[in-house]
Nanobody
Framework: QVQLVESGGGLVQAGGSLRLSCAAS????????VGWFRQAPGKEREFVAA????????ADADSVKGRFTISRDNAKNTVSLQMNSLKPEDTAIYYC??????????????????WGQGTQVTVSS
């Protein structure tokens, strides 16, 4: 079992940057695929990015390609999401999620067993 805690959210102007972190408990974090998802008011939760257990493979949503970068440090039990060139439409609650069933990135929310509480990202125009 793993517990996830997100941090790094906040208010930023359009064009700015934020770095989200997902800190995980447990000694076997390196066995978990980790994904970032987001949910805006009145919208369904959507995939943002995911990273394989080793960190060698990643997947990104088309809406964030070239702007967001996911990375992980298994020694520190953390996964980060660097968000650049932020747009107002990136405003949402961002969640990290983890699952030990897979070793390659998976983009489906239903594939993830563990979820954090979320961190709010607000981008002003």
């Amino acid at each position: 079992q793993v517990q996830l805690v997100e941090s790094g959210g906040g208010l930023v102007q359009a064009g700015g940057s934020l770095r989200l972190s997902c800190a995980a408990s447990g000694r076997t974090f390196s066995r978990y695929v980790v994904g970032w998802f987001r949910q805006a008011p009145g919208k369904e939760r959507e995939f943002v990015a995911a990273i394989s257990t080793s960190g060698a493979s990643t997947a990104d949503a088309d809406s964030v390609k070239g702007r967001f970068t996911i990375s992980r440090d298994n020694a520190k039990n953390t996964v980060s999401l660097q968000m650049n060139s932020l747009k107002p439409e990136d405003t949402a609650i961002y969640y990290c999620a983890a699952d030990a069933t897979y070793y390659l990135p998976t983009t489906y929310a239903t594939n993830y067993e563990y979820w954090g509480q979320g961190t709010q990202v607000t981008v002003s125009s």
